[in-house]
Every structure is written in C-alpha cells, then in structure tokens.
T-cell receptor
C-alpha cells in the first residue's frame, strides 16, 4: 500500500493563478481531509469528505474548492491564488470514522 | 481562539530520561484526543490516542494521560531516544473519533540531547 499520496511536492504560483493539489489513498477509506499548516502553527482543517459525492467545510475553507468523485481521490482546487495561501498542505484519510488519520507527505505551496 | 493549546514551543530532554509534553483544551465537547509526531518535510504520523472515557492509555514507551476536570492531557515518553526528536502535535475531536476532522495545537519541538 502506498497509503496517502500527494502531488506535487512543491509549487510556486503567481498571484491570481489557479491550481489543483492532488490527493489519493489506496486504503479504501471513506473519510478524507485537507489541512493547511502555516509556519509555527498547528494544522487547520480546510475541507473534508465522508464519502464519494459528499464534502463539507472545515475551519478555513475560503479560497478553496474540493470534489470527491471517487473513494480514492480528493483534489483541492485554488481558483485565484493569494499570498495568504502560502502554506504546507496535508491530505489525510480515516478508515471507519474513528481512530487515527493517515497523512500524506504534504505539498509546499508559495504564492508570490 | 485556540481550542487546543500547547504552551511549550520546545522541550529539551536528555537521552534515557522521561519526556513530558503537555496539552490543554478549552472545548468541553472534545471526546477523543490524539498525539502525532512530525519530522521535517514529512506528514504527521500517529502516535497514540485516548477516548474521554479513559484517563490513561499506554503503548510501549508512550503513555497518554487525560485529566478531564482540568481539560489537560500529557504525553510521557520513557525512555527518551534520539529518534524521538521531532515536533509533537496534540489534536482533539468532538465527533467521537475524528470523523469531522481534528483540531490541532501548535506543536512542541522535542529535542533529545545525547
């Protein structure tokens, strides 16, 4: 099992550009999450999904969109990148709705 | 307003001694707590968890204690080893297991001195 994978590892965007951060898991987990971590801070929940076709907002959803068309994939879309979105983004998944979340290696995004 | 607080940004402990990392929370609806360990340029990895119906959970060198009345939990690592040097995050959930996502503290950087 590869677990949770994320691409790309690094990306630099100009203000106003858009991009999609990819996340995939091969553990057949229903629950998936996107977090962001700013320097010196804890992780904050952006969006989550409890299954294919179902998504919900977390603590900091503004400026982002998500979709969940399959169990395996949970992409995060930035439409109009802003410097405030410079962060490290982590995707995670959870098996049965309880227990530990498994995290991907992260995507480091810089918006200039 | 921070609901999960780790008030020590860093902690230095000698190899072989006990490391104690602390975490406080303000939301009385939290019922499930986890500790994650994170190395630079990697994602967090799960260490240990505890449900609010317990006051202690042990897994090898790691023990988590929960004091609900004080809204406080701590992670004990005995004995501390060089590979334990990392950032440790305390996380909490009010959805009975984390299904709706986790609330994280800012982390404590643990440094194990040889």
């Amino acid at each position: 099992n590869a677990g949770v994978t994320q691409t790309p590892k690094f990306r630099i965007l100009k203000i106003g550009q858009s991009m999609t951060l990819q996340c995939a898991q091969d553990m057949n987990h229903n629950y998936m999450y996107w977090y962001r971590q700013d320097p010196g801070m804890g992780l904050k929940l952006i969006y989550y999904s409890v299954g294919a076709g179902i998504t919900d907002k977390g603590e900091v959803p503004n400026g982002y969109n998500v979709s969940r068309s399959t169990t395996e994939d949970f992409p995060l879309r930035l439409e109009l990148a802003a410097p405030s979105q410079t962060s490290v983004y982590f995707c995670a998944s959870l098996g049965q709705g309880a227990g530990e979340q498994y995290f991907g290696p992260g995507t480091r995004l810089t918006v200039t | 307003d921070q609901q999960v607080k780790q008030n020590s940004p860093s902690l230095s402990v000698q190899e072989g001694r006990i490391s104690i990392l602390n975490c406080d929370y303000t939301n009385s609806m939290f019922d499930y707590f986890l500790w994650y360990k994170k190395y630079p340029a990697e994602g967090p990895t799960f260490l240990i968890s505890i449900s609010s119906i317990k006051d202690k959970n042990e897994d090898g060198r790691f023990t988590v204690f929960l004091n609900k009345s004080a809204k406080h939990l701590s992670l004990h690592i005995v004995p501390s080893q060089p590979g334990d040097s990392a950032v440790y995050f305390c996380a909490a959930s009010d959805s009975g297991g984390g299904a709706d996502g986790l609330t994280f503290g800012k982390g404590t950087h643990l440094i194990i001195q040889p």
